[in-house]
Structures are given as structure tokens and as C-alpha cells.
């Protein structure tokens, strides 16, 4: 069996030594380096061979690659990075690193055709100067495979570790038994969709109820079809930490300890830091020095215990004194499993997508809660930027910074001149502004590149903030709008430029399609063509609506028309609101979620509830509540507990949050959920007519029945539970609003008093 390996891939793995050291970086951008590798190329003469492809074998080994030019007229085969700064403050195990690219690639290419002699040439090309710099080296055919053999005989035995890993996780995968007695109602047809997905190669888009066991209803299969399908690694995607726990403990189920299945969790860099306080190099940080000299004995370690969520692998990380970050970073190429956030597969930089690119790895995605990419996806494509963080930075900033920066202070100011409302959205953009943000994102790069003291934070947020605003530049276009709203400032109006993505199609399609299988699944997908339309979903993207495993019976939906939660009928509604909570409280007491459309809205009903009946046990959200608060507010729901827990729609406690039994036994929602009527929802509504024709139940029905589906769904969560849900507005009446609820509810109608209730 033959282990294929791309040479960047070989080379990371046989010639990094030493600290991990980020100091020569800044450096370019993807972007910049594309534009760079454009501008050495495009010097060259005619007959100049531009990402020259390559592929070699020693032994069991396959290794391939594209070269990024040969120049035939001068023998010369060419490695090219670019950079930013003095070239001398380079760190000389990158330098080594880059050496080692292109003697592989100056080894396959005497190889391929046949050359017996060989100019191999490093060439960096600074972004700032647009000048060359270049580095060369005559080579034999024979040294070049010397150097060649020597690079695959250091990576073979790893090679050969991994190809037996891979026979043993294949062959106990094939026998893998389903880790319960049996399957849940709808979990075999959940299991089996996403097993002829995963088995097809095909899109998935899975709607599924809670409490059906959705996560290991579709781990097991997908694992069950790695081996017939030769699948390299699955991509577990949560919204939230409680659904990588979710995964992981799944994954502990169906995985028994010693079955030879790798499980990585990928933690964010703030919360894996050690050091938060210090920088990225082995003179600053004790965990960077000497990284890559001590990182083969932290990885052999951490692919010994097969599962590597955050507390073992920081244990880990730290017995080998390394970084736990980067360490997890470095084993995301060697896991079977990888548990992590969408951004890791699905943003402009993400780890998991480049790594597939890279190694032309078939991948099976699963994305939990799939509900939420699309708004997920909006964030990762979108960039404010506020003139306060230029004015914080622009006093302390270096000479040539300074010039550039009171460029752009002078055109931020022209935005506001130019504008007379509070909010304006433009279809195309100011190409001043941003000529002056890329002069001054450049300034700082290149005073960042030479600077040898560690770089001030404001002024290198403010230029990773410039460089994301930059790069949505490049790929703007009816995806998404720059707007600007301003605010008022100590010298007049202030604005705030955002390039805001409104439909994340553009973006996200494509790395579905990178995917070899793509499982999208949630307790709400409906309806079937808006996330298939906002997500950019292959045109063959099957659909699975799994029936409830329950009943009518168990939940009792009551629809309250006489009262209107609209904006010009909010201070009517108050008392009525009010009256109805406490008189079904009266009625049946125990744990109960109200949720409203806004902070203030939900004040203003439990402060009046709390006056009419301050006998009842009544607590809140908060605004921004940490993660402990959160979890003060959800042990109040104690078992055989009495409370009324008012929240917001939408927030934290609307999905997500597991209430069996009666820690939870039923939920008022006085709100359809709609976004509200703004400039910005409004040119959503727009973009989205336009694209798909139906802007008003893109932009605000269906994103707003949504989060009513998913606080109802708090209140059951498993065969035995009992509940109610009380919609409380006359428009959940309407047939549109209708058809979008869980067909298994049976709604009873109350309408004004006096009026006869009905069932739809």
C-alpha cells in the first residue's frame, strides 16, 4: 500500500527544528502572496513554466507537489515566498525549511525529465519594495536525490505507522456495532440518510427532532462508511462548546477505549494560551523554544491515547513543553476525528479546509445545529471598522504610519460629509477610503516587519482589523453590501464602515463542495430551499425530514390570537401577558420559560408580573451573562422545582439547553421572533428578492419561526416528558406561519373571550 504525502507536508514534518518563532511575520497576506508569486512570474521570459506539477516514489512513499517555476533559458528551478522587513531578520530554520522545498522539488523535476545539473534558486520577493531577492544553489541529479531519499527515509517510519493505523481503524470501523441496545425512534432513519450520504458522496440536509440522539445518529453511520468509501477524516462542526461535548461523549460511546480511532477537539487560540501575556517566539515564550525540536516526542504522546480533547492534550502539551495551541494544530494532519467551531472548515483562513486542499484528503463533514451557519457564515464574510481604534493608534504610531494614517483619517472624514442619514448602504465601494486603508495597512506591516521590540496591541489589532476588511474587499460583490452608519463624535458625525455579507452562498457552497460527503443536520431546517439557497448547497442536495418520535399528546400547544405582541401593541399587551402567565402558573405549577422579543420587552412583563403577583418566583436573563451566570439561571430549573424564568428569543437559553423531565414543563412566547424593521434587515430583504425572490420570508419569517421551533423545543426532550407551549400573537394563526410549525404539534386556538377554541 503507498502513503502519498505532498512536499510541503514532507518538509514541515523532516525539516522544522527549532523555536516556533512568528516574529517575521507579519507576512503577506494570501492575497499579497498570490499577487507576489504573480508579479516574480510574470518578469520572467517566454518559455517560463509556472506551477510546475510533481510527483515522485521511494519506497512506499508518493510524494507530489507543483514547483512554482522553471525557467528552461536558465536551468534555474524557483522556490518563491514572499515577505515583509529585512531579509537578514529571518529565521534561519525557515530559511532551512524553504531550502529543503526546493531541493525536493529540483529532485522530481531532474527526475521527471531527466537533467542531470540543476540551478535551484530561493526567491523572496518583498511586498513593500517589490524587489527580489534571490538565492541560489547548482545541484547534481545525484545530490538532489541524495537530499531526496534522505528527507523520505526520516518520514517513513512515521509512513508506515500511519498506513498500519489506517488498515487497523478501517478494519475495526467495518465491525464497529451500534453502542445501544437499539436505535431510537428515528434515529435508524436519520442513521441511514446520512450513511447513503456519506457513502455517496453526496449533500445531506437532515432535519431531525430533538431528543432522537441526532449526534450519534450520524457519527456512527458516517464512521461505519469510512472504510468502502476511502475516507481520510471526519469534520465534527458545533455552533457552541456543549455540542463539541455532545460529539465527544458520542464519540466515547461508539469508539469503546482501545479502539484505534484518533479524536482531536480544536480549542481557540485565547482559550488554549498559556501565556497570553507573552509573544510568539522562543525568546519571549517558554513553550515556543525549541517548538519543532521537541515536537515529534509531544505528538507521538498525544496519538498514543487516541483521544485528544482540551484538557489532555494541554496535560500533554505541557509534560513535553510545548504549546498546547500549536501542538493541536500539528495533530489536526494526523487524527481521524476532528471536533471543532464551523470557522475551522468554513472561514476565510480555516485550519481544516487548507489541510484538505493541501492533502487532497476526502472528507466527511458533519455540521451540528446547521440552523445557525447561516448567520455564522454572514459574521465570517463580514467587517466593520470604527475610527475610534485609528484615533487611539494614530498619536503613538511611527513617522511613515503616521502619514498614511492621516490619509485615511481624512477620507473616514469625507464619509461622513458625504452622508446625510444615519444609515446608508452602497452597492459598490469608496475606492478612496480604501486606497488609503490598504497605504496605511501596508505602513504597518512594513513597520512591524522591522520593528524589534514587540508590536503595541491596539496598533496590531487595528492592522489585523485593516487586513480583514481588506481581503472582503477583493471578493466584494451582490453577496454583500458596504454600508456606513454613523454616530456622533466629539468634532461631528463619525462614520462606520462595514462591508456586511447578506447571503453566505458565495462563500460557503464552495467549501461543501471541497467535502467528499457534507451532513447538515438540526431540529430545525425548515423550510428545505431557504438553507439549501443561503448555503450555496449543491443542486442534488438530498433532503430527510425525520418524523417525531412523539406525540401529540405530550405537548399541549395553546395559540392566544387576542393578543398582538406587534411594536404599536406592545403597552396593551403588558397586563394581558401578565394575567396569562400567572393564571396558568395558578393553574399548573412548576419550572417555565418565557421568552420575548427584546431585553426591554421582557423587563417591562416581569416587572409587572412581579407587582400584580409578587408571590411568584420570577427571575431573568441579563444582558452579556457569563458563562457562570448562565449556569446559575439554568440550575434554577430543578427537578420538581417552581419558577418562571424570563428570556430572551434568540439568546442563550432559546437552543441549546437540555431541561428533561420537570426541570422544564412549559414555555410562553410572546413573539413571532421576526428580526426587527431596520435599514440594515431591510437591505437584506432586498439582496434577498433579488437572489431568490422571496426577500420578506428570507430576511424575517423564517429566520423568526425558527427560534420560536427551537424554544418550543426545551419543553420535551424525551418520550416520557410532558409540557405546554402557549404562543402568544394572533399570526401564528396564519397559514404561512402555520405550515412552518412541527407537523406532529396539535394546536388549540384560543381566540378573543367568548370566542370558540379550535384545533388546526
Known amino acids: 500500500m503507498q502513503y502519498t504525502v505532498p512536499v510541503r507536508a514532507l518538509c514541515e514534518f523532516t525539516a522544522k527544528a527549532g523555536d516556533l518563532d512568528l516574529r517575521f511575520t507579519p507576512a503577506p497576506t494570501a492575497l499579497e502572496g498570490i499577487a507576489g508569486h504573480a508579479a516574480v512570474t510574470a518578469r520572467r521570459g517566454g518559455g517560463y513554466e509556472r506551477e510546475v506539477t510533481l510527483e515522485g516514489e521511494f519506497a512506499r512513499l508518493r510524494v507530489r507537489g507543483r514547483a512554482d517555476g522553471y525557467d528552461p533559458g536558465r536551468n534555474r528551478l524557483e522556490e518563491i515566498k514572499t515577505h515583509r522587513g529585512d531579509l537578514a531578520r529571518q529565521p534561519a530554520n525557515h530559511r532551512h525549511l524553504h531550502w529543503a522545498q526546493a531541493r525536493v522539488y529540483g529532485s522530481l523535476l531532474c527526475e521527471a525529465r531527466g537533467i542531470d545539473s540543476l540551478v535551484v534558486a530561493l526567491v523572496y520577493f518583498d511586498i513593500a519594495s517589490q524587489k527580489e531577492t534571490v538565492i541560489e544553489?547548482?545541484?547534481?541529479?545525484?545530490?538532489?536525490?541524495?537530499?531526496?531519499?534522505?528527507?523520505?527515509?526520516?518520514?517513513?517510519?512515521?509512513?508506515?505507522?500511519?498506513?498500519?493505523?489506517?488498515?487497523?481503524?478501517?478494519?475495526?470501523?467495518?465491525?464497529?456495532?451500534?453502542?445501544?441496545?437499539?436505535?431510537?425512534?428515528?434515529?435508524?432513519?436519520?442513521?441511514?440518510?446520512?450513511?447513503?450520504?456519506?457513502?455517496?458522496?453526496?449533500?445531506?440536509?437532515?432535519?431531525?427532532?430533538?431528543?432522537?440522539?441526532?449526534?450519534?445518529?450520524?457519527?456512527?453511520?458516517?464512521?461505519?462508511?469510512?472504510?468502502?468509501?476511502?475516507?481520510?477524516?471526519?469534520?465534527?462542526?458545533?455552533?457552541?462548546?456543549?455540542?463539541?461535548?455532545?460529539?465527544?461523549?458520542?464519540?466515547?460511546?461508539?469508539?469503546?477505549?482501545?479502539?484505534?480511532?484518533?479524536?482531536?477537539?480544536?480549542?481557540?487560540?485565547?482559550?488554549?494560551?498559556?501565556?497570553?501575556?507573552?509573544?510568539?517566539?522562543?525568546?519571549?515564550?517558554?513553550?515556543?523554544?525549541?517548538?519543532?525540536?521537541?515536537?515529534?516526542?509531544?505528538?507521538?504522546?498525544?496519538?498514543?491515547?487516541?483521544?485528544?480533547?482540551?484538557t489532555t492534550l494541554r496535560e500533554t502539551a505541557l509534560a513535553h513543553q510545548v504549546c498546547p495551541y500549536y501542538l493541536s494544530q500539528e495533530l489536526a494532519r494526523w487524527t481521524d476525528v476532528v471536533v471543532g467551531d464551523y470557522h475551522y472548515f468554513f472561514d476565510g483562513a480555516a485550519l481544516l479546509h487548507a489541510l484538505t486542499q493541501e492533502h487532497a484528503w476526502k472528507a466527511a463533514l458533519l455540521v451540528d445545529e446547521a440552523h445557525n451557519l447561516p448567520d455564522r457564515g454572514r459574521e465570517m464574510y463580514s467587517a466593520r471598522m470604527d475610527p475610534a481604534a485609528l484615533n487611539a493608534v494614530r498619536r503613538k504610531a511611527p513617522t511613515a504610519v503616521r502619514r498614511a494614517m492621516a490619509r485615511l483619517a481624512r477620507e473616514w472624514d469625507a464619509l461622513a460629509t458625504a452622508q446625510s442619514d444615519e444609515y446608508a448602504a452602497y452597492e459598490t465601494l469608496p475606492q478612496d477610503w480604501f486606497d488609503a486603508l490598504q497605504r496605511t495597512a501596508s505602513a504597518i506591516g512594513d513597520h512591524l516587519a522591522e520593528a524589534p521590540h514587540e508590536p503595541a496591541p491596539q496598533l496590531q489589532q487595528f492592522w489585523f482589523d485593516a487586513l480583514a476588511m481588506l481581503r472582503l474587499a477583493e471578493t466584494f460583490g451582490e453577496h454583500s453590501v458596504f454600508d456606513v452608519t454613523l454616530r456622533p463624535g466629539p468634532r461631528g458625525a463619525q462614520a462606520l464602515p462595514c462591508i456586511r455579507n447578506l447571503i453566505p452562498a458565495p462563500f460557503l457552497g464552495p467549501r461543501v463542495r471541497d467535502a467528499n460527503s457534507a451532513i447538515l443536520f438540526s431540529a430545525t431546517l425548515n423550510p428545505f430551499d431557504f438553507y439549501r439557497d443561503t448555503l450555496g448547497l449543491p443542486e442534488d442536495t438530498a433532503w430527510a425530514d425525520v418524523a417525531s418520535p412523539f406525540s401529540a399528546e405530550q405537548l399541549s400547544v395553546r395559540l392566544v390570537r387576542s393578543i398582538s405582541t406587534r411594536w404599536q401593541d406592545r403597552d396593551r399587551?403588558?397586563?394581558?401577558?401578565?394575567?396569562?402567565?400567572?393564571?396558568?402558573?395558578?393553574?399548573?405549577?412548576?419550572?417555565?420559560?418565557?421568552?420575548?422579543?427584546?431585553?426591554?420587552?421582557?423587563?417591562?412583563?416581569?416587572?409587572?408580573?412581579?407587582?400584580?403577583?409578587?408571590?411568584?418566583?420570577?427571575?431573568?436573563?441579563?444582558?452579556?451573562?457569563?458563562?457562570?451566570?448562565?449556569?446559575?439561571?439554568?440550575?434554577?430549573?430543578?427537578?420538581?422545582?417552581?419558577?418562571?424564568?424570563?428570556?430572551?428569543?434568540?439568546?442563550?437559553?432559546?437552543?441549546?439547553?437540555?431541561?428533561?423531565?420537570?426541570?422544564?414543563?412549559?414555555?410562553?412566547?410572546?413573539?413571532?421572533?421576526?428580526?426587527?424593521?431596520?435599514?440594515?434587515?431591510?437591505?437584506?430583504?432586498?439582496?434577498?428578492?433579488?437572489?431568490?425572490?422571496?426577500?420578506?420570508?428570507?430576511?424575517?419569517?423564517?429566520?423568526?419561526?425558527?427560534?420560536?421551533?427551537?424554544?418550543?423545543?426545551?419543553?420535551?426532550?424525551?418520550?416520557?416528558d410532558r409540557g405546554t407551549v402557549v404562543l402568544i400573537d394572533d399570526r401564528f394563526a396564519k397559514p404561512e406561519v402555520r405550515a412552518l410549525l412541527p407537523g406532529w404539534w396539535k394546536v388549540e386556538v384560543e381566540g378573543l373571550p367568548g370566542s370558540v377554541s379550535r384545533a388546526f
Not at 412549559?666 to 430583504?685: H, K, S, W
Request: net charge positive.
Open 573 to 720: 399587551s403588558l397586563e394581558p401577558i401578565a394575567g396569562l402567565i400567572a393564571q396558568h402558573y395558578a393553574g399548573q405549577p412548576g419550572n417555565y420559560l418565557a421568552f420575548f422579543s427584546s431585553f426591554d420587552y421582557m423587563r417591562r412583563v416581569s416587572t409587572l408580573l412581579r407587582e400584580q403577583h409578587p408571590e411568584l418566583p420570577v427571575f431573568e436573563q441579563a444582558p452579556g451573562m457569563p458563562e457562570a451566570q448562565r449556569r446559575e439561571f439554568l440550575d434554577r430549573f430543578a427537578p420538581g422545582g417552581r419558577g418562571i424564568g424570563f428570556a430572551v428569543l434568540g439568546g442563550s437559553f432559546g437552543e441549546g439547553i437540555d431541561l428533561p423531565g420537570d426541570r422544564l414543563v412549559g414555555a410562553f412566547i410572546a413573539t413571532l421572533g421576526l428580526p426587527q424593521v431596520n435599514p440594515v434587515n431591510e437591505e437584506m430583504r432586498r439582496r434577498m428578492g433579488r437572489a431568490f425572490g422571496a426577500g420578506y420570508d428570507y430576511a424575517y419569517l423564517y429566520p423568526g419561526i425558527r427560534k420560536v421551533v427551537q424554544a418550543a423545543g426545551r419543553v420535551i426532550r424525551t418520550r416520557e
Open 137 to 310: 544553489a547548482v545541484h547534481t541529479r545525484a545530490e538532489l536525490r541524495e537530499f531526496f531519499e534522505a528527507q523520505c527515509s526520516r518520514f517513513i517510519a512515521w509512513a508506515d505507522q500511519e498506513l498500519a493505523h489506517r488498515g487497523l481503524r478501517d478494519a475495526a470501523l467495518t465491525a464497529l456495532a451500534f453502542p445501544h441496545p437499539s436505535f431510537r425512534e428515528g434515529q435508524r432513519d436519520l442513521a441511514e440518510a446520512a450513511w447513503r450520504a456519506a457513502a455517496r458522496g453526496r449533500c445531506l440536509l437532515a432535519q431531525a427532532p430533538t431528543g432522537i440522539g441526532k449526534t450519534v445518529g450520524t457519527l456512527f453511520p458516517v464512521l461505519k462508511a469510512l472504510p468502502g468509501r476511502g475516507v481520510d477524516k471526519v469534520f465534527f462542526l458545533a455552533a457552541k462548546t456543549p455540542g463539541r461535548q455532545l460529539a465527544l461523549d458520542a464519540l466515547d460511546r461508539i469508539a469503546a477505549p482501545g479502539t484505534p480511532l484518533r479524536v482531536l477537539e480544536l480549542t481557540a487560540r485565547d482559550k488554549a494560551c498559556e501565556h497570553p501575556d507573552k509573544a510568539c517566539h522562543g525568546d519571549s515564550c517558554p513553550l515556543a523554544k525549541g517548538f519543532y525540536d521537541r515536537l515529534p516526542a509531544a505528538r507521538a504522546a498525544a496519538l498514543a491515547q487516541s483521544k485528544m480533547d482540551r
